[in-house]
């Protein structure tokens, strides 16, 4: 996938960058060019940096309690209040 359009930056060239040590944007924008041009791409290339979200090192929280769309549709009680509305739209 192209990170920089206009310099012609993939995602693959700007992971090996940050692999190699870059630790900033002005750090991609020197090796690569990155976000020299238009400035677009600055804020997908940033994701990459170390703490961003797509860092290979970040650390995913797990959540004590989680909340997922199936329990909703699960739950006896939320089936009651669907089953209320959809009969007072009747």
Do not use: K
Not at 5 to 22: D, F, K, L, P, S
Not at 56 to 69: G, I, M, Q, Y
Request: charged share 20%; with cysteine; net charge negative.
């Amino acid at each position: 996938m192209f990170i920089c359009i206009c310099n012609a930056i993939t995602e693959r060239q700007v992971q090996a960058a940050v692999a190699e040590g870059a630790s900033s944007l002005a750090d991609l924008q020197g090796q690569l060019g990155v976000a020299s041009c238009c400035g677009c791409c600055a804020e997908t290339a940033s994701e990459y940096l170390p703490g961003g979200r797509y860092d290979p090192n970040a650390v995913v929280l797990a959540e004590s309690t989680p909340t997922r769309v199936g329990d909703a549709a699960n739950d006896p009680l939320q089936v009651e209040v669907m089953v209320e509305v959809a009969i007072r739209r009747a």
